[in-house]
Antibody, heavy 121, light 111 residues
């Protein structure tokens, strides 16, 4: 049973960089069968796909976030990470990491519990 | 890329069937057989209940079924139960520039 766990600061100041890590256990991020994705949900709103990364490092980004976004994978630590720069209050959200079927875009079958990130001074 | 359009809320009585629509465009739902559906209970992470338009992951009740016609995908919950009360989200692949787009979400209430 795969387990994903997000970690990182719960409070980020405006204009700074939001950094989160997703640790994967009971499975390997090096698997060729999956992408590794980030999804967020502002309070009371719907889900927004942020981006995904393959074990090789190939990335797929939401065009609306691409200029501020970096997603990477560290196979030695069995983790993948998200960095979102120049944050504003609009980036306040619950951030989830999830496993995505390779070749079946949008099929996220294992999710972390989520971590709330608030952007405020 | 705009979010896919879902009704804000749908309700039904126990035992009834309800259907949730997810309307996109020819650039996403209308072209690709990559529509997924998620169930999300309050305070919990979403759970995948349908992928690739009609497929159910192992362990998901067969009371959940889905289809697609043109630019609209649909999720049907039959034999509605109290535990089905949750938020439901659709998601579609939207091509190699946009990738994934989620719907606006639908709150299902069991009366």
């Amino acid at each position: 049973q795969w387990h994903l766990q997000e970690s990182g600061p719960g409070l980020v100041k405006p204009s700074e960089t939001l950094s989160l890590t997703c640790s994967v256990s009971d499975g390997s991020v090096s698997s060729t069968n999956f992408y590794w994705g980030w999804i967020r949900q502002p309070p009371g709103k719907g889900l927004e796909w942020i981006g995904s990364v393959y074990y090789s490092g190939k990335t797929f980004y939401n065009p609306s976030l691409k200029s501020r976004l970096t997603i990477s994978v560290d196979t030695s630590k069995n983790q993948f990470s998200l960095k979102l720069s120049s944050v504003t209050a609009a980036d306040t959200a619950m951030y989830y990491c999830a496993r995505e079927y390779y070749g079946s875009s949008g099929s996220f079958d294992y999710w972390g519990q989520g971590t709330l990130v608030t952007v405020s001074s | 890329q705009s979010a896919l359009t879902q009704p804000a809320s749908v309700s039904g009585s126990p035992g009834q069937s309800i259907t949730i629509s997810c309307t996109g465009t020819s650039g996403d739902v209308g072209t690709y057989k990559l529509v997924s559906w998620y169930q999300q209970h309050p305070g919990k992470a979403p759970k995948l209940i349908i992928y690739e338009v009609t497929k159910r992951p192992s362990g998901v009740s067969n009371r959940f079924s889905a289809s697609k016609s043109g630019n609209t995908a649909s999720l049907t919950i039959s034999g509605l139960q109290a535990e089905d009360e949750a938020e439901y989200h659709c998601c579609s692949y939207a091509g190699s520039s946009t990738f994934n787009v989620f719907g606006t979400g639908t709150k299902v209430t069991v009366l």
